[in-house]
């Protein structure tokens, strides 16, 4: 039996301040729903409440592809005062005693006078690949992903419990089959740990925010619709699962680099998948394209636009590495402490060049292990092909990484094989390692495939020959290294932000 509850979204999702925003609800029984927003940062700032009508509206059977098109039960004007960052929706309904709750959420964007230097652009592609509201998602077999609709259970809230991160953490969790039981327990969306607010972006601009930092925000989208808009600022950040990227996305971060800006990817399998945002809808975007192991039926597939195929950024047929913008790429990761790849791995990184400037007062010196007890590195990992030149890991620079990139510290990472996979891939489909060295190198056979066995989770930087200084954690969880107060973690990412920002 369906629980009955209020769901909904709003549009535009990046909005600024100023700007009117619309709630799009729908809401069992046509109950009338308690709207509470609230911007969520070190604090939690209520800037609008208010009760809502709303009907009961069905969602639609290609929800996930086209949307809910739902009409929209209220537009909330905003403040020209309202600060750039998150806005967390909060939507209650009553049934028979019991409140019944879920989130939505959408961004205000920096006004053109802020102070601020730092810029950090939320992994919303990400949050839309995964959810499968309405049914289908990026990994069961859907092509396009709406951003009018809701989003499904654990992306935009996650209740506190053993499970919560995907990651398997220090303490060991009790089994390895924690998570899965927190997400059953929870009724979340079984892609729930892969993507979100609440995993990764939201405890990094809390621990920003508290240590002083302002940080602006605005949405991946917002990289391609207002380009212009990273101008003013020292330092771009990418922070957590940032999996997702469009063309003109890395039009605009190359250029600022290339013209002497800063970025840290504070990020893993970070543009490892080219998107393509389309149809526009009020002047946003609406659909996120993205054929991935169906790439054959992209509609640019042997085509004179194949450079836009929604496949890997690595793939041979696009010829254009996410390492000649990060350094890095998830094709030389992999997993680290999750289900049978890595699983009693360090959960930290072992520092190989402790003279770099971001180690500044850690006291970290060679050999030493960087952020095990917050597990600071795990999940989806990133590093480059590297060889050995009198003990220390040096790159080739034959995968795309930069001339000038150093490989800092680093960790074993390993790709999903037939036998490990959490979701076996089918008889007839390749495994995902064997997917990967097919769209890199041309071949899945075994041969090719040995050459992205053995990964690396890399923390590394380059200088950009503009001046700008790329920094990168190869993996998604450093913003935990923050939440579990780890203070060399806390210190490097305080240098960072101090020098470049």
């Known amino acids: 039996m369906a629980i009955e509850t209020v769901t909904g979204y709003c549009w535009p999702q990046s909005i600024d301040p100023g700007q009117p925003v619309a709630l799009h609800l729908s809401s069992a029984g046509g109950r009338t729903v308690s709207v509470e927003i609230a911007r969520v940062g070190a604090a939690r700032e209520v800037v609008w409440a208010g009760d809502v009508d709303a009907d009961d509206l069905p969602t639609p059977l290609d929800a996930s592809a086209n949307g809910c098109q739902w009409p929209a039960a209220a537009s909330v004007p905003t403040g020209d005062d309202w600060t750039s960052g998150y806005y967390e929706v909060l939507l209650a309904i009553d049934v028979d005693g019991k409140q019944r709750v879920s989130h939505a959420f959408f961004v205000v964007r920096p006004t053109a006078d802020s102070t601020n230097t730092i810029l950090l652009q939320l992994a919303t592609n990400t949050w839309h ?7 289908r998602n990026l990994y069961n077999g859907g092509t396009h992903s709406s951003l009018q609709r809701p989003m499904a259970r654990g992306y935009l809230y996650k209740p506190d419990g053993a499970g919560r991160r995907v990651t398997t953490t220090h303490p060991p969790d009790r089994d390895m089959n924690t998570h899965v039981g927190y997400v059953r327990l929870n009724h979340l969306s079984a892609w729930a740990g892969s993507a979100g607010w609440p995993d990764w972006e939201w405890p990094f601009i809390a621990w920003a925010e508290a240590n002083g930092y302002g940080i602006d925000v605005i949405s ?23 999996e997702y990227w469009s063309g003109p996305m890395r039009d605009t971060v190359e250029g600022f680099i290339a013209n002497g800006g800063n970025m840290a990817f504070f990020s893993g399998n970070t543009a490892l998948w ?20 169906q790439f054959k039926k992209d509609p640019v597939y042997d085509t004179d636009r194949i450079g836009e195929l929604t496949s890997i ?14 350094g890095v790429s998830f094709v030389r990761g992999g997993y680290h402490r999750i289900g049978k790849r890595v699983t009693n791995g360090a959960g930290g990184y072992t520092v190989y060049r402790p003279e770099h400037w971001m180690f500044e007062g850690t006291g970290i010196d060679y050999g030493d292990v960087l952020g095990a007890a917050a597990t600071t590195v795990g999940y989806e990992c990133d590093g480059c092909e590297y060889t050995v030149v009198d003990g220390l890991p040096v790159p080739t620079h034959t995968d795309g990484t930069p001339d000038t990139f150093e490989i ?6 390993a790709h999903f094989t037939r036998t490990t996979a959490a979701r076996p891939p089918k008889p007839d489909e390749p495994s995902e390692i064997e997917f990967l060295a097919a769209r890199v190198f041309g071949s899945r056979e075994p041969e090719a495939v040995r050459r992205i066995e053995a990964g690396q989770a890399m923390l590394g930087s380059y200088t950009s020959p503009g001046g700008g200084t790329v920094i990168t954690s190869g993996s998604t969880d450093w913003a935990h290294g923050l939440a579990g107060r780890d203070a060399q973690v806390e210190r490097i990412t305080a240098n960072i932000l101090d020098r470049l920002g």
């Not at 991946?220 to 940032?242: M, W």
């Not at 149809?279 to 192991?293: F, I, L, Q, R, T």
């Not at 950024?313 to 990060?326: A, K, Q």
């Open 129 to 135: 690949a995964y959810n499968d509201f309405g049914g």
């Open 274 to 293: 080219q998107v393509r945002l389309e149809d526009s809808v009020d002047g946003a975007a609406s659909v996120m394209v993205g054929y991935k192991g």
């Open 408 to 413: 800092l510290a680093m960790v074993p990472a």
């Open 313 to 326: 950024w690595s793939d041979h047929l696009i010829g254009r590495p996410e390492n000649e913008m990060t």
């Open 220 to 242: 991946n989208a917002d990289l391609e619709a207002h380009p212009g808009i990273v101008d003013r600022y020292e330092l771009l950040l990418s922070v957590g699962h940032d």
